[in-house]
């Protein structure tokens, strides 16, 4: 019982970065850009957030620092693709390698220890909060594993994603700025004869995008972590690119997605080395690629078609 309760645990703190960073690419590729830069958004927040709460020993600051880093990648990707219609895609790829190469440059030549930011002490970081009443009552059979593993013990950052997923929601399919956004990917032509400004709207959502991929970000540095290291996002930009399409761009389906990428992540780190019946020792590698196989999978439509917003990855060129 207690190792199913560590796993779904473990399972909801790992699945928090991808779910900002699906609901960031929602954001973007439902107003018609493709965003293959989320895993250069979310490194570039790592870093701005490790260094800054290195130096300031402030969390918040560092949070405000990640979202500014990822805001600013996001308004890179407008500038070359929204702006000048470049390639998508190309933009998106310089932006992940741009970060890949930066950010261990600037570690090494502001802190000097190898790319990484120095250790963080727990008044830099966003800490567990357990929620009042743990001890009275974590001996109840279910309820007690439920509440102390599951609801309590959770950083800051997971409770905010948790009230974050209903919000994006609302927003696209409720708000205003929603349906300009959904109008603008699926036929930006019409969108700009009822007066819409696509360029506007594109660059509202790559900036919405940014700050989700900066508490992402952010998350992985001085929560999840206690500094920024080389390359700490370790492809997850890219498996919420494959959740958001496994859940056909609507959210509530990618946070699905997340959650089952977390859930196999979580199973490599919890049984790494244990003995298994029959199978004897399970290497863990047959874990860890069980995300990336699914993400073959997912992508190449073996869990159904995903139909991407009909605008997504054509620059828009106003009609005159």
């Known amino acids: ?13 790992l699945s928090t970065p991808l779910i900002l960073a699906a609901l960031a690419g929602l954001f ?3 107003s018609g850009v493709v965003d293959i830069s989320l895993e250069g958004k979310i490194l570039s927040a790592a870093f701005a957030a490790g260094a800054v709460a290195a130096v300031t020993h402030s969390p918040w600051l560092a949070l405000l620092a990640g979202m500014g880093a990822a805001v600013l990648m996001a308004m890179l990707h407008g500038f070359v693709s929204v702006t000048y219609n470049g390639n998508q895609l190309i933009s998106g790829l310089a932006i992940n390698t741009i970060a890949s190469g930066l950010t261990p440059v600037l570690g090494l030549a502001w802190f000097e220890q190898g790319g990484a930011t120095p250790q963080l002490d727990d008044a830099s970081r966003f800490r567990e909060i357990h ?7 974590q001996d109840i059979p279910l309820i007690g594993h439920i509440y102390k593993n599951v609801i309590s013990g959770h950083s800051l950052l997971v409770y905010l994603t948790v009230l974050i997923i209903p919000l994006v ?4 399919y409720r708000s205003r700025f929603g349906l300009r956004v959904r109008a603008v990917g699926e036929n930006p032509h019409a969108a700009d004869t009822a007066g819409v400004s696509v360029a506007k709207v594109r660059y509202i959502a790559l900036f919405w995008g940014g700050i989700l991929c900066g508490i992402a970000g952010t998350f992985l540095a001085i929560s999840i972590n206690s500094g920024f290291a080389k390359d700490m996002s370790a492809g997850k930009g890219f498996l919420a690119l494959a959740a958001l399409i496994f859940g056909k761009w609507r959210p509530g389906s990618a ?6 990428f977390a859930f196999f992540d979580a199973l490599q780190i919890r049984f790494t080395g244990v003995s298994l019946p029959v199978v004897g ?3 863990s590698q047959i874990f860890e690629v069980i995300p990336y196989v699914l993400t073959v999978l997912l992508v190449a439509g073996f869990v159904g078609r995903a139909i991407a917003p009909k605008a997504i990855g054509i620059p828009f060129v106003k009609s005159r």
């Open 281 to 283: 020792i399970m290497p």
């Open 255 to 260: 946070v699905i997605g997340c959650l089952l």
């Open 131 to 137: 929620w009042p009443g743990v001890e009275a009552v």
């Open 1 to 13: 019982m207690d190792q199913f309760f560590g796993l779904l645990e473990m399972t909801i703190r």
């Open 169 to 172: 929601t609302w927003f696209i």
């Open 28 to 30: 973007v590729e439902r």
